[in-house]
């Protein structure tokens, strides 16, 4: 299964919304899709699993939705540390993708 | 409070073999798998494998079936991972991270080690 994420970079400024694509090249279980968090130079953090539910520590302004084929990472009010590359992760038949990554820059 | 360390920064000759040791802490190392995860610089993240440190059993990605092998010391509670008949594009950042189970969150990883760069040159 490829995921393909969009858009590859997006610029905002702090107090935006910024909305974060993760497409499936096929149906996957929403209790198998992830989203991370990765800041230069640090491993990736795990910010939603089951598609929808916050790993613990993280701020309620993530949140994750969809379904199926379509799934979304919104970051509701963008705050200068949420400048980062963020990734999405599916897990199916004994194999993990993840997405190439959406880098999000904050102006 | 869960760890996972480590081994530093590696040089291997092309075709040769390095191997990477992971020691994680804060939780009871048998009971959690580990996968191995690289990065290009500036790249995205590669899954590689994962080993069940109870029975030492080991599932890698096809594209490294026969070239990594991912072991596993349970009286030091250390993963191991090697790379062989190193490559040029084998010179990237390797990490390891702990598979979640529980509480809903099944097949993530939800702790990562700090990562170590591999680097090939002869």
């Known amino acids: 299964i490829v995921l393909t994420q969009s858009p590859d970079t997006l610029s905002l400024s702090p107090g935006e919304r910024a909305t974060l694509s993760c497409r499936a090249s096929?149906?996957?279980?929403?209790?198998?899709l992830a989203w991370y968090q990765q800041k230069p130079g640090q491993a990736p953090r795990l910010l939603i699993y089951g598609a929808s539910s916050r790993a613990t520590g993280i701020p309620d302004r993530f949140s994750g939705s969809g379904s199926g084929t379509d799934f979304t990472l919104t970051i509701s009010r963008l705050e200068p540390e949420d400048s980062a590359v963020y990734f999405c992760q599916q897990y199916g038949r004994s194999f993990w993708t993840f997405g190439q990554g959406t880098k999000v820059e904050i102006k | 409070q869960v760890h996972l360390v480590q081994s530093g920064a590696e040089v291997g000759k092309p075709g040769a073999s390095v191997k990477v040791s992971c020691k994680p802490s804060g939780y009871t190392f048998i009971d959690y798998f580990i996968h191995w995860v690289r990065q290009a610089p500036g790249q995205g993240l590669e899954w590689m494998g994962r080993i069940n440190p109870k029975s030492g059993g080991a599932d890698y990605a096809q594209k490294f079936q026969g070239r990594v092998t991912m072991t596993r010391d349970t009286s030091l509670t250390i993963a191991y991972m090697e790379v062989s008949r190193l490559r040029s594009d084998d010179a990237v950042v390797y990490y390891c991270?702990?598979?979640?189970?529980?509480?809903?969150?099944?097949?993530?990883?939800?702790?990562w080690g700090q990562g170590t760069q591999v680097t090939v040159s002869s």
């Open positions: 096929q149906s996957i279980s929403s209790n198998y």
């Open positions: 991270a702990r598979e979640s189970y529980g509480s809903g969150n099944y097949y993530t990883f939800d702790f």
